[in-house]
């Protein structure tokens, strides 16, 4: 205070901070909690009273002898809507009401990953394809929920929860169907692959139809689970990937126009 730095939590090493290269950092400030997070990960959280309001910025700085060039992009500052903790149970949550909160936003002929009626939304334009989105957070074990409507297209589909998505060619994913079929499958080096069964397996759990089924999967080690209204329909054991982000998938096998709107998207820890 008064021009004068005060560290409140003595500066510590940590891998998750990168030397070189780009971070994604969150500062968080709900009362007087501190929060500080790079790409999702929590690096430090501390309680101070001192200052309860005031302007926000970015800041960068030296020690001896040091030479440093930082270049700062898409600064944001909003009203808390995501929790970010250490120890809590919520880490990331989303009721896509507000469109900036940084899932794709994308439309073409071929289908639509975009917000849309207080949900997101994937409609897919052709057969045999799957389409996702991911809103940019990275965590190892997890529990992730949803709500997903279909609202159109065949009952012969899929959709669901992604976990631990490293790329657009490796990712693991959570599905069931309209018409009452589940999986646990993964994309490794962009070849798709079950791991709870080969192909998708039926089950009583899912709401078919033009319906709403709550989803979730948990990611604990190299346990995998699926769960579909609370009832558990589909297990797995894979050690292929450790940590990444989340997201939300679906997809069309042989008749095109899959049309899911998810809401109250949320991630736990287990």
């Known amino acids: 205070m008064n021009n004068e730095s005060t560290p409140i939590v003595d500066w510590t090493e940590s891998s998750d901070v990168p030397s070189v290269g780009n971070a994604s950092l969150t500062a968080a400030c709900v009362g007087n909690r501190l929060v500080l997070a790079a790409d999702g990960v929590v690096l430090g959280e501390v309680t101070d009273d001192d200052l309860s309001e005031g302007t926000t910025g970015v800041i960068a700085g030296t020690w001896e002898g040091g030479r440093l060039r930082v270049a700062f992009d898409n600064f944001d500052a909003r009203a808390p809507r995501v929790q970010i903790s250490a120890t809590g149970e919520v880490m990331f949550e989303d009721d896509f009401s507000d469109v900036d909160s940084g899932w794709d936003r994308a439309e073409d002929e071929t289908g639509v990953t975009d917000y849309a009626n ?6 897919i334009n052709k057969t045999q394809a799957d389409f996702w989105s991911n809103p940019g957070i990275d965590v190892d074990d997890a529990s992730i929920e949803v709500d997903a409507a279909t609202v159109g297209g065949p009952l012969d589909n899929d959709f669901g929860l992604i976990c ?4 657009n060619a490796n990712f693991y994913f959570f599905s069931l169907s309209s018409d009452g079929y589940t999986i646990i499958g993964m994309y490794r080096n962009g070849e798709l ?8 397996e039926p089950t009583d759990a899912v709401i078919q139809g033009k319906a709403t089924n709550h989803i979730r999967a948990v990611c604990v080690g190299s346990s995998l689970r699926l769960y579909v209204n609370d009832e558990l329909v589909a297990e797995a054991t894979d050690s292929t990937f450790a940590r990444g982000d989340v997201g939300l998938i679906a997809g069309t096998f042989d008749e095109l126009g899959t049309d899911i709107l998810f809401d109250n998207f949320k991630v736990l820890r287990p």
């Open 118 to 123: 207080g949900g997101y939304r994937i409609w």
């Open 193 to 200: 692959a079950g791991l709870s069964s080969d192909g998708m």
């Open 164 to 167: 631990r998505y490293q790329d």
